[in-house]
């Protein structure tokens, strides 16, 4: 019996001594809280259920603006809606909507402006065709069109240039480098 006792204390001594070995040596991880993505459906209004949807933007306050083909939606209540924020933008036909500082912006087949800094942003482009936008530094704006493109500053035309073959996909504008880079479908400016 003291023989069996014996064994079983070496055998619980061994026991208990691997078990401290590899707590002592095993990996820990600490779980850190993060802030966790979601997302959120919206079902488009059945006035509007037969609408393409073009862009999607937030501002600073996390209000969201979709384009469609019926003009600036909303989400609200778990659908997208006509957007009502500005009554007087009801009767535009927004082509496109870009943020810069994040605010937003919009372009007409007119004018790019913008509802922030008390309406002072207002430019008259004269491009009907123009397609795509880009606010750079001091709000100067560049505006491209099939076939061309032109240089707003102080909201007004202080350089244009018509380019054959030019279809313009998308601009940016590069704040380190203090430049606007064009991406159109045979090169980069």
């Known amino acids: 019996m003291k023989k069996i006792i014996n064994q079983l204390s070496k055998a619980s001594l061994i026991l208990i001594g691997l078990i401290i070995v590899q707590t002592s040596f095993s990996q820990r991880y600490k779980d850190n809280p993060y802030l966790q993505d979601h997302a959120q459906k ?7 259920s037969e609408s393409t949807l073009f862009q999607a933007r937030a501002d600073r306050n996390g209000i969201v603006k979709v384009l469609s083909s019926n003009g600036l939606l909303q989400p609200w209540e778990k659908s997208l809606v006509k957007d009502q924020l500005y009554p007087f ?4 036909t927004v082509k496109t909507i870009e943020v810069f500082q994040n605010q937003f912006f919009y372009m007409t087949e007119k004018a790019v402006f913008s ?3 008390a309406g002072k942003i207002y430019v008259e482009h004269n491009m009907p065709n123009s397609s795509k936008f880009c606010v ?7 505006i491209a069109e099939k076939g061309g493109i032109a240089f707003f500053k102080n909201q007004k035309k202080t350089w244009g240039k018509n380019l054959k073959d030019f279809n313009p ?3 940016i504008f590069d704040k380190k ?5 064009i991406l159109s479908n045979n090169a980069i400016y």
Request: aromatic fraction near 14%; hydrophobic fraction near 45%; charged fraction near 20%.
């Open 42 to 48: 919206y079902e488009i209004e059945n006035q509007l």
């Open 89 to 92: 933008m009801t009767d535009l």
């Open 115 to 117: 509802n922030s800094w």
């Open 136 to 142: 750079g530094d001091e709000f100067s704006i560049l």
């Open 169 to 171: 996909i998308d601009l």
């Open 177 to 181: 480098n203090a430049q606007f880079l």
